[in-house]
């Protein structure tokens, strides 16, 4: 009889990432900082704010480089926690000067995030809030990629982060910032992770870190009702609606979260938005799509089903995208659309489309960051 020896090693057991103080709130630094056993409780508060003002307001990315922290603490620091960044799986930069990266956060956990220059005071960020997206909106790109996951906080906060270190934009007070803007209108619905996007606002909005504003930080959502008084009484963000359509048949069919909260109930909760007012006024976005909803008569129903909310009305042109069943409205038609809103009193701006050529623009996220042979390119910036 003979016998064999296994001798081989078992797999190690794989370790628990550390957490990345930069997604907490000052308070749970605080709370991290006593259960890590880097201080005492009474000492919690003042060695937040030191980490704080390194993390979001240096942009550091190591405790190494936290010169007033004392080298014990700082080892003790390293060994329990990161203040890490995502890795960068691809940037590209636009024709106009949109940047988008794809940032992979883990294993097969992907979104993109895009800067617009020019936009806002300065520019804007178009941040995402998931992997994928639910809602399965007809005209967006994002809507043909299922839900894979939340992004947490940290993730959210390290989007601000990673555009911050592109820029070359630390510290926080640097003179002529490109970076005014935050925009959640990136991959996902911002209201299925309310818990996330709220603290990634407290975060990115603190005066003595990132220092973006809340008055400059936009949350849109496809009508999630429930959830609208508690994004204003959260985060004070300014609200902007993905409508597209002035009546339920048509938006069940382009955005099919109306099934479950139609229009009706949808303008009510934004008539009892937190803060409304003609100083903090909602936009609806509308994208622009050929022989669909482009018509003087709905021109026409989009100023009676707004009247008398604080509001202005973002016309988009449709992005295309490989595979999509829509055309973007003529030039002409999206100008005499804007001229009967105007005419109602309504600012109603159209959207230039940035960053076509990367597929950056609004409506074109999605993870795989498809890449596009150079004659498909140029056939959609001839659509444009």
Known sequence: MSVTLDLSRGAPPKLAPKPNLSGLTR???????????????????????QLWRWMHHRGVTSFDQMTNV??????????RFVV???EVAERQVSADGTRKWLLR?????????????????A???????????????TFCHTGTQALVRNLTAAEIVAQVQVARDDLAEWPSDKDDRRLSNVVFMGMGEPLYNLDSVADAIDIISDNEGLALSRRRTTVSTSGVVPELKALGERTGAMLAISL???NDELRNELVPINRRYPLKELMAAIRDYPGLSNARRVTFEYVMLKGVNDSPAEARELVRLIRGIPAKINLIPFNPWPGSPYECSSWSTIEAFAAIVNKAG?????RTPRGRDILAACGQLRSESEKLRASERRKLNAAG
Do not use: W
């Open 27 to 49: 308070a749970g630094l605080a709370q991290a900082l006593v259960e890590g056993d880097i201080c005492a409780p009474d000492k919690a508060k003042m060695r937040a704010e």
């Open 84 to 86: 890490s960044r995502p």
């Open 346 to 350: 309504y600012a109603s701006p159209i």
């Open 70 to 79: 004392a080298k014990e603490t700082r080892a003790l620091l390293a060994d």
């Open 123 to 137: 520019g804007a960020l178009c941040v995402s809030s998931q992997v994928g997206c639910t809602l399965n909106c």
């Open 105 to 121: 956060f883990a294993p097969g956990i992907e979104a993109e995030t895009v800067y617009i220059p020019d936009v806002g005071r």
């Open 244 to 246: 597209h359509a002035t």
